[in-house]
């Protein structure tokens, strides 16, 4: 009696290494970026603002001390342009003064933000 396996030959396996090649490295570059999320994922609660940290972060362009009276008095100075297609779409409307306030006073409060961050991480960053 024979072995209950099957023996393949020299040439068979030959053939089949490039297909399981290909398949463990489809595998491998798939559960890479995985691994790498984990891995700043695990960075960042071991050391707080890692991930922060791993880039260069660009200074800020915007004025954290800008005059919220005089921003709302341009915008509602602003004209809508003539040619707008949305305009035409949505049918003209006025702007309220209340909600151009709330909307700047909201990006003063991010730039000042940005501008934290920004200083926080430069005092974080080490040379080399």
Known sequence: M???GFQRTGL????????CLL????????????????MLRGGEQLWSGYYK?????AQPECNPN?????????????APPADDPMAALLGAHDKDPE??????ERSVRECQSDHANF????DQLTPG
């Open 99 to 104: 909600d151009v306030r709330r909307a700047i």
């Open 53 to 57: 940290l791993r880039m260069d972060m």
């Open 119 to 122: 200083a926080l991480s430069q």
């Open 12 to 19: 068979e396996w030959l053939s089949s290494l490039p297909a």
């Open 2 to 4: 024979t072995k209950g």
């Open 66 to 78: 800008r005059d919220i009276d005089a921003a709302v008095a341009e915008e509602l100075a602003k």
């Open 23 to 38: 398949l463990l490295a489809v595998v491998l570059f798939s559960t890479s970026s995985d691994i790498h999320n984990q």
